[in-house]
């Protein structure tokens, strides 16, 4: 009898124990399609061909959460509710600064371009002076486009604040701009395809100025992830780089890829068409500098999110 009980009791132990090991990364991502290495490898998980789960190890599980704009999904990396998360590049940047440097890690870069200013057909809007008076919505305050549109009515000479100022930015959810435009209550929208485009082909929208170089995405972590789970943050960023190499070398693959989860996580018919038109705009980019961040902090103190010059030493993590 104690044989026996000894014998499933062994039996059990190596039943549970493996489930019991395995390791769960949570990846934050948006439903745009600047975010293309988070759109392509969500759909390979959700299809049961993780490409991140293949490159992690057998053990590894990936679970992924999509959000909005990036000062909530930089909230959730800073209350430990995701480990990494595509964003960008101002939130990351702001998380930073606020927190010493102690809190945020830079992984890698992802995409750039793929964000633009779009005005009304009609519209006779040029340079920043033209938009006093105006209203122009952005996907949320304190996002990259949110800051990106404020330091360019600041440094055209209008008076922006946060809250006010000589040009009305509305924070808006990308879903919500298009009909807010339709029906003229926005004179402007600066934000990311696939939304400059819908803005273009649903509601006449014209492109009035273009982000066509700077970084629009990039690969961020806590602190506490990137120490306490080093070897793994290792194998995500290489597996983040072949997964951008396999994009570029298969770009008709990626799109269909792109628009199937765009269809699942917004519940809304995407056209192949329109992926096509907004894959025009996006160069994608794993890697960043320094230099392009010292441009960002620039652009934040201009737009009052930053009082002060942040030391950017530890912001990029240097894997070997």
């Known amino acids: 009898m104690r044989a026996r009980t000894f014998l499933i009791g062994f039996i059990l132990f190596w039943v549970v124990v493996p489930s019991a090991m395995a390791e769960t990364i949570r990846v934050g991502h948006f439903p745009n399609v600047t975010h293309v290495q988070g759109l392509v490898a969500h759909h390979l998980s959700r299809t049961g061909h993780g490409w991140f789960e293949e490159r992690l190890g057998k053990d590894v599980k990936v679970e ?3 959000y909005n704009a990036g000062p909530s999904a930089i909230e959730a990396i800073l209350a430990g509710s995701v480990d990494l998360t595509y964003v960008g590049p101002n939130p990351a940047l702001n998380a930073y600064a606020k927190s010493n440097g102690e809190e945020i890690r830079l992984l890698a870069g992802a995409a750039a371009g793929g964000a633009a200013l ?9 340079q920043p002076t033209d938009f006093r008076g105006k209203t122009i919505a952005t996907p949320q305050l304190g996002n990259t486009q949110d800051i990106a549109c404020r330091a360019w009515l600041a440094n055209g000479g ?6 006010g100022g000589e040009a009305f930015i509305v924070p808006t959810p990308n879903p919500d701009q298009i009909s807010l435009f339709q029906q003229r209550k926005l004179d402007a929208v600066w934000t990311v395809e696939p939304w400059v485009s819908r803005l273009e082909r649903e509601a006449g929208g014209k492109v009035l100025l273009e982000q066509s170089k700077d970084s629009v995405t990039v690969l961020v972590s806590g602190v506490k992830f990137v120490k306490g789970k080093s070897e793994l943050t290792k194998k995500f960023v290489q597996a983040h780089r072949e997964l951008t190499d396999w994009i570029l070398a298969h770009p008709e693959e990626a799109k269909k890829m792109v628009l199937e989860e765009l269809s699942v996580e917004t519940q809304a018919k995407v056209s192949a068409e329109l992926i096509a038109q907004a894959w025009k705009r996006i160069m994608l980019r794993p ?21 002060t010059t942040p030391d950017l030493a530890r912001l990029i993590e240097r894997l070997p």
Request: aromatic share 12%; glycine share 2%; hydrophobic share 45%.
């Open 158 to 163: 209008l008076k922006i604040t946060q809250t």
């Open 64 to 66: 992924w959460y999509v």
């Open 118 to 126: 779009v005005v009304q057909a009609d519209s006779q809007l040029k």
């Open 287 to 307: 890697d960043v500098s320094i230099e392009e961040f010292q441009q960002f902090v620039s652009n934040a103190q201009r737009a009052g999110f930053m009082r």
